[in-house]
Every structure is written in C-alpha cells, then in structure tokens.
C-alpha cells in the first residue's frame, strides 16, 4: 500500500498538522508531498519551477486539494488536472472548509472524485484518515501513472 503517493495541497499549518497526525494515528505511511498553494501544485505535478530536479520522485496518485488556496485557486487547479490527458485518472479528492452547495458542485463539475468538508476536531481527523486508508488507499485500484515528472509539450489552453 505505501507505494501509493499523496500529494496535499493545503496552505493552513493547522489543517496541515491535523491531517499529518491524523495520517500517523490511522498507520498511513504512504509518501505524502505538502505544499502550499495552487501554482506550487501545478509546478510538482509538472516537475517546473522548485520542483524542476525531482528525479524518480513518482506522481501522486491521491491529491488532497484545498479549494481556498493564494494564487490559484483548488477549482483551477482541478480543472488544470482533468485538462491533461496524463492526469485525467488521478484521484482527486477536495478537501476544504466550504460546505457551500456551489463549492460542492463546482468542484464535481470538474472531475473531483470526492468532496470532504474539513472537520472541526481531531477526532474527526482521524476519523477521515481511517477512512480514506480503507477506501482509497486499501480497496481502490488506481490508473498506473508515471515515475517521473510528467513532460507536457505545450500547456491545455
């Protein structure tokens, strides 16, 4: 199971310290990358700009995506996603504090896999944790992706 990678794109400390105990609390020791905003995400999952000399470091197969991000935000990073047909089959699940039907929505429309409100407490964490070790990372058959940085000869416009 721990070939499985997870990329979290959060950029609260907080959500981000939860979501790290939580992992550890449920047994999760999948390789999990952080970072903190949509265009950061763009660039790992292009291996462009900080993330440009990750040789051998494979693409996730889950991204946790925040909808409420700085620059770019977790919609346009999604659309983003399913507009590469490399990255069309990558599970993304939402992960945000937006429990708004438009969010909700939106985020469906394009191509997210999953939609989780954040929880308020730890427990809840957990709770999430355990479940998404069972689902997602014990029952759930991924598309083999990529084990390196993907090469994109000109961006979907």
């Known amino acids: 199971m721990n070939k499985t990678w997870i990329l979290h794109v959060e950029d609260d400390e907080q959500d981000i310290?939860?979501?790290q105990r939580a992992f550890k609390a449920a047994g999760i020791e999948n390789p999990?990358?952080?970072v903190r905003d949509g265009e950061e995400a763009i660039d790992y999952l292009e291996g462009t700009g900080a993330?440009?000399?990750r040789k051998g470091v494979?693409?996730?197969?889950l991204v946790l995506l925040d909808l409420k991000l700085p620059g770019k935000s977790g919609l346009e990073v999604l659309e983003w996603i399913r507009a590469h047909p490399i990255l069309r089959a990558m599970v993304v699940i939402v992960f945000s504090s937006s429990p708004e039907p438009a969010d909700v929505e939106r985020a469906y429309?394009?191509?997210a896999n999953s939609y989780i409100v954040k929880p308020i407490d730890l427990d809840q964490y957990a709770e999430i944790a355990i479940l998404l070790k069972r689902w997602w990372?014990?029952?759930?058959?991924?598309a083999p992706l990529g084990g390196t940085?993907?090469?994109f000869e000109s961006s979907p416009t």
Do not use: E, S, T, V
């Open 17 to 19: 310290f939860f979501m």
């Open 32 to 34: 999990i990358q952080h």
């Open 51 to 53: 993330f440009a000399d």
């Open 58 to 61: 494979l693409q996730p197969h």
């Open 109 to 111: 429309h394009l191509g």
């Open 137 to 142: 990372l014990g029952y759930n058959q991924f």
């Open 149 to 151: 940085p993907l090469i």
